[in-house]
């Protein structure tokens, strides 16, 4: 790909709940899965389940632009500078 940008969709799979607290944790496996993504250049926005499932349509668009304004911050330098 020319950029290696994305957006992940975590749904609750994604998480443990602290039986204490009631919040939520991201797993191993998926803590496992950012990691490599980062090594291989990647830098990815995570949407949790718990912040899309109670928002209305015009809200998830606007959570979706908040990521991609993060990730497009976050790019490493000589990706930001061709585009």
Do not use: M
Request: hydrophobic share 35%; net charge negative.
């Amino acid at each position: 790909p020319e950029s290696k940008r994305a957006i992940e969709v975590d749904g609750p799979a994604h998480y443990l709940q602290d039986v204490l607290s009631g919040d939520y944790v991201v797993n191993g496996p998926t803590q496992f899965k950012a990691r490599l993504l980062r090594c291989l250049g990647w830098t990815v926005a995570h949407v949790a389940f718990y912040e899309w499932d109670d928002r209305s349509e015009q809200e998830r668009r606007e959570l979706l632009k908040e990521k991609l304004a993060e990730i497009r911050e976050a790019a490493p330098d000589n990706e930001q500078e061709k585009h």
